[in-house]
């Protein structure tokens, strides 16, 4: 067990609705950070959140957004869902942004249809 | 731009042997490296990590040795087990992008009875 809790598990969504998903860091870590894992790829990254703060953010579009609550937890939203985002979502926290072991959640699998 | 990856997508092994997974990495940059193993509907699960200034790091059951020279990461799993089946999967962080992880795509290694 990493300590890092993601929910929902499973969704199901239809093309063009909006999806929050969300995340508790392990105690004690103040960074999140998000990736999408597509069926049998490596995962990508999405986004982190340090201190509240977007810090760093990968190759996907405006609709894809989050915010970190001041308790270190985290939420991606997915606006205008299209098929291709049908995969697992990762959440992974670190104590700091930079340099440290990064632990991951089981993910929220999301459907889109 | 910068790549993560494994020499081979699949490994067979027979319960008891040893196992080694290979990756290979692009960005000269990169000064810190994980390994995680990640089993069927889960997330991926830290196994050992290594930063640059060393070249060999061991674990219980698992050494990673690290090749800066020619950007090469291996795992070495000792006396590999029925529950070391999984995906397996080398990431790296470190210049100006080390606030994330880099994935490969995976080695899904399979131990046979």
């Known amino acids: 067990e990493t300590g890092v809790t993601q929910s929902p598990t499973h969704l199901i969504k239809t093309r063009g609705q909006q999806v929050t998903l969300r995340c508790s860091s392990q105690?004690?870590?103040?960074?999140v950070s998000w990736y999408q894992q597509a069926l049998g790829q490596g995962p990508q990254f999405i986004f982190q959140?340090?201190?509240?703060?977007?810090?760093g953010r990968g190759n996907f579009p405006p609709r894809f957004s989050g915010l970190q609550f001041p308790n270190y937890s985290s939420e991606l939203n997915v606006n205008a869902l299209e098929l291709d985002d049908s995969a697992l979502y990762l959440c992974?926290?670190?104590?700091?942004?930079?340099?440290?072991?990064?632990?991951f959640g089981e993910g929220s699998w999301l459907t889109v249809v | 731009g910068e790549s993560v990856g494994l020499h081979l997508p699949t490994l067979s092994v027979q319960e008891g042997d040893n196992s080694i997974i290979n990756c290979a990495y692009s960005?000269?940059?990169?000064?810190?490296f994980i390994w995680y193993k990640q089993e069927s509907g889960k997330g991926p699960q830290f196994i050992i990590d290594?930063?640059?200034?060393?070249d060999k790091r061991q674990g219980q059951r698992v050494t990673v040795l690290l090749n800066k020279t020619v950007k090469h990461l291996s795992l070495q799993i000792a006396a590999t087990q029925p529950g070391d089946s999984a995906v397996y999967f080398c990431?790296?962080?470190?210049?100006?992008?080390?606030?994330?992880?880099?994935f490969g795509a995976g080695t899904t290694v399979t131990v046979r009875a």
């Open positions: 990431a790296e962080s470190g210049g100006t992008n080390d606030y994330k992880l880099s």
């Open positions: 105690s004690g870590h103040n960074t």
């Open positions: 960005n000269s940059a990169s000064d810190y």
């Open positions: 290594i930063r640059s200034n060393m």
């Open positions: 992974a926290s670190s104590l700091g942004s930079r340099g440290n072991t990064i632990y």
């Open positions: 959140y340090y201190r509240e703060e977007e810090n």
